[in-house]
């Protein structure tokens, strides 16, 4: 590459930068307006990037600003802001709060996994003869689709919890702080199926499945038995400088991604056992002790707020326009009320199975339908593993988009049907 290529290439990335964050920082901020979370805009100004709306509308210009020559660098900025978010989402994950009311976020999650996947794996029967990539397994294509439709995304969750707070809407705190934790235990159990997904789809056209599966438990076994203890026993003794520390921890999730690809397993597993890794200590900064995800998070916040608008735009680079077709539409209609039926009646009759009234229960099955941002990191991992077709990676993109925007309303409906049935007498003791 000469000086000349090099200048250009550098100009294009700085010029699809601007209009990357100009676009989702714009939709972030309307979409605030009408009470969603920032993100679902951001999402939403990534996909309008696409061939859905800029691509259909101003081709030329399309053409210059996303030429595929330009995905690499695109591509890098995504996978390393990634990487890092999912390590952050395993440094934030706490187990103590898995084990408390164990009973009842043992039903929910139960419910909120299995009901969905079930009706996901029903129905990738049906969509593998019509959408399914001719080098995909059925097996691997059924169990991904049972996993797509049983995610919950627990960062936008919460960031949904934080906005009505601010707001003066706060949640009620069980319900909330049900929803969260099983949410969290989604994510843990939803990563936990597409690493048996991707080991057998892997395993198995290298014939190693068994081995693979030895090597990434081992694996497991140190990061959690060694890697994890050791950090706990480093931040309780003499506590590290944060500039030597944060990028030893930086390190070891990028290292702990190349271990798992080389595994057999997508590299963003091992930045999410990495971050798992993290011990939950507090560590002094200017003074004060902060808890060590927070410093975290606060020292990620400006890489995640370019990498993960990049993240957006590539995964609306992907679309296909003939969605907007009869059929597209149609299929989209079928894909978007098993996720739903399946998510919402799924988690809500197992809170209900834990004794919760039906309000709380219909709620926590309503948050629970959040997917977003780890829906579509999910997606995107089956997309580059040719599991999913461009067109029913749309589908999904689309239905993970849908089911977000969805979450606000129906929890304000949920308060509007149970006030109608108090004030029309119909409250019975088993609702109340």
């Not at 892997?202 to 497991?220: D, E, M, P, Q, W």
């Not at 309503?366 to 077709?389: A, D, P």
């Amino acid at each position: 590459m000469n000086i000349v290529e090099f200048v250009s290439q550098a100009l294009l990335l700085g010029l699809q930068l601007v209009v990357i964050l100009v676009a989702t920082g714009v939709c972030g901020a309307l979409v605030t307006r009408v009470g969603q979370p920032r993100v679902v805009g951001e999402i939403a100004g990534g996909l309008l990037l696409g061939p859905l709306v800029l691509g259909h509308m101003f081709p030329v210009a399309f053409g210059f600003l996303f030429a595929p020559s330009s995905f690499a660098l695109l591509e890098g900025v995504s996978t390393v802001g990634l990487g890092l978010f999912l390590f952050l989402m395993g440094a934030e994950l706490d187990f103590s709060a898995l084990r408390q009311s164990r009973g009842a976020v043992l039903a929910v999650t139960a419910g909120s996994v299995g009901v969905p996947f079930a009706l996901g794996a029903g129905l990738a029967v049906v969509l593998f003869g019509r959408f399914g990539v001719g080098h995909a397994e059925r097996l691997g294509f059924v169990l991904f689709v049972g996993i797509a439709m049983s995610i919950t995304a627990m960062p936008v969750l919460a960031r949904i919890l934080e906005d009505r707070r601010q707001m003066g809407q706060a949640i009620d705190a069980t319900v909330g702080t049900l929803a969260m934790v099983c949410a969290a235990a989604n994510d843990l159990l939803g990563w936990c199926l597409l690493v048996f997904t991707l080991s057998l789809r892997r395993g198995a056209v290298a014939g190693t499945f068994a081995g693979r599966i030895g090597l990434l438990l081992v694996y497991l076994g140190v990061m959690f038995l060694v890697v994890r203890p050791l950090a706990a026993k480093v931040f309780a003794g003499r506590r590290p400088p944060t500039w030597l520390w944060v990028p030893v921890m930086v390190a070891i999730a990028f290292v702990s991604a190349r271990a798992t690809d080389a595994l057999g397993v997508h590299a963003f597993f091992g930045a999410f056992a990495a971050g798992l890794c993290v011990p939950r200590v507090e560590h002094e900064v200017g003074g004060r002790d902060e808890p060590l995800e927070a410093i975290l998070r606060r020292l990620f916040q400006p890489v995640l707020w370019l990498a993960l608008p990049v993240f957006f735009t590539m995964t609306g680079l992907k679309m296909q326009r003939e969605i907007f077709s009869g059929e597209g539409l149609g299929w989209l209609g079928i894909i978007l009320l098993a996720a739903v039926a399946g998510k919402i009646g799924g988690a809500s009759l197992g809170a209900r199975a834990a004794g919760m009234p039906w309000k709380a229960a219909a709620q926590v099955g309503v948050l629970l339908n959040t997917r977003g941002l780890v829906e579509l990191i999910v997606l995107n991992i089956g997309y580059k593993e040719g599991i999913l077709s461009p067109m029913l990676f749309t589908l999904f993109i689309l239905m993970a988009v849908i089911t977000t925007v969805m979450t606000a309303p129906l929890f304000d409906l949920t308060y509007k049907l149970w006030a109608a049935r108090t004030a029309s007498g119909l409250e019975t003791g088993s609702s109340r």
